[in-house]
């Protein structure tokens, strides 16, 4: 399909909503709801992703949770790349996945910290690039087994491993922002870290802390 006689502010604005629209499948509520779990947001971390699904003690909904949350992604940002669509909207497309999950408009807005769907725009923007920062999660959380841990570690790691490789770009402000906003959803993840607080993979799940009122 030829898409360059279209306005670019345009093909911009909608691959971002498409993108985002995509992006909004909670898959982590989708899938324990197929399975017959609790909602992951009703317990452990109360955030609706994989790492938070496998303290239901299920693995197998972990892993589609994992996999389907990463391709959702993925498939949008190779989408755009087998349409010839240039870096910018290649980018904002990426952008708009990762903002589906954190704030996913079809689950009132409540969404994970979407490590899984950061990897799988990395992984569509380029398989090495992807690849690398996989590694960086993969080797800190076999060594630490701290899920936010290995995730901090690959959001630090990607915008450095994407402009030491790939060079500075539209590309490269996609990633800073994804990284940026992915520290910053683990706030409370550092917070328990430094208080030496934090659950570890596999470990059992336990409702959150009732919040006080005020």
Same mark, same amino acid.
């Given at each position: 399909?030829n %898409?360059?006689?279209?306005?670019?502010?345009?093909?911009?604005?909608?691959?971002?909503?498409?993108?985002y629209?995509i992006?909004?499948l909670?898959?982590?509520?989708i899938?324990?709801?197929?399975f @017959?779990?609790?909602d992951?947001?009703?317990y452990g971390?109360?955030?609706?992703?994989a790492?938070?699904v496998?303290?239901?003690?299920?693995k197998?909904?972990?892993?589609l949770?994992?996999?389907?949350d990463?391709?959702?992604?993925? *498939?949008?940002? *190779?989408l755009?790349?087998?349409? @010839? %669509?240039?870096?910018?909207?290649?980018?904002?497309?990426?952008l708009?996945?990762?903002l589906g $999950?954190?704030?996913? *408009?079809?689950?009132?807005? #409540? @969404?994970?910290k979407?490590?899984?769907?950061a =990897?799988?725009?990395?992984?569509?923007?380029?398989?090495?690039?992807?690849?690398?920062?996989? %590694? *960086?999660?993969l080797?800190m959380?076999v060594v630490?087994r701290?899920?936010?841990?290995?995730?901090l570690?690959?959001?630090v790691?990607?915008?450095?491993? &994407?402009?030491a490789?790939?060079?500075?770009?539209?590309?490269?402000?996609?990633?800073i922002?994804m990284?940026a906003?992915?520290?910053?959803? $683990?706030?409370?993840?550092?917070?328990?870290?430094l =208080?030496? &607080? #934090?659950?570890k %993979?596999? &470990?059992?799940?336990?409702?959150?802390?009732?919040?006080?009122? &005020?």
């Amino acid at each position: 399909m030829n %898409l360059s006689s279209f306005d670019p502010l345009w093909l911009c604005i909608a691959g971002a909503v498409f993108g985002y629209l995509i992006g909004s499948l909670s898959f982590a509520v989708i899938v324990s709801r197929l399975f @017959g779990l609790a909602d992951p947001r009703s317990y452990g971390s109360g955030n609706p992703g994989a790492t938070n699904v496998l303290r239901s003690g299920n693995k197998g909904a972990a892993i589609l949770t994992l996999v389907f949350d990463a391709l959702k992604g993925y *498939v949008p940002v *190779v989408l755009a790349l087998q349409l @010839g %669509l240039n870096e910018a909207v290649v980018t904002l497309v990426g952008l708009g996945a990762f903002l589906g $999950h954190l704030w996913p *408009v079809f689950f009132k807005f #409540e @969404g994970g910290k979407g490590v899984a769907t950061a =990897a799988g725009v990395l992984l569509g923007f380029s398989p090495a690039l992807g690849g690398l920062v996989l %590694l *960086v999660w993969l080797g800190m959380a076999v060594v630490f087994r701290y899920s936010s841990l290995a995730s901090l570690s690959a959001a630090v790691a990607a915008p450095i491993v &994407q402009i030491a490789g790939w060079g500075f770009g539209p590309l490269s402000i996609g990633v800073i922002v994804m990284s940026a906003l992915l520290i910053w959803r $683990h706030e409370a993840n550092i917070r328990k870290l430094l =208080a030496g &607080q #934090e659950s570890k %993979l596999g &470990q059992k799940a336990k409702p959150p802390t009732p919040v006080e009122p &005020q």
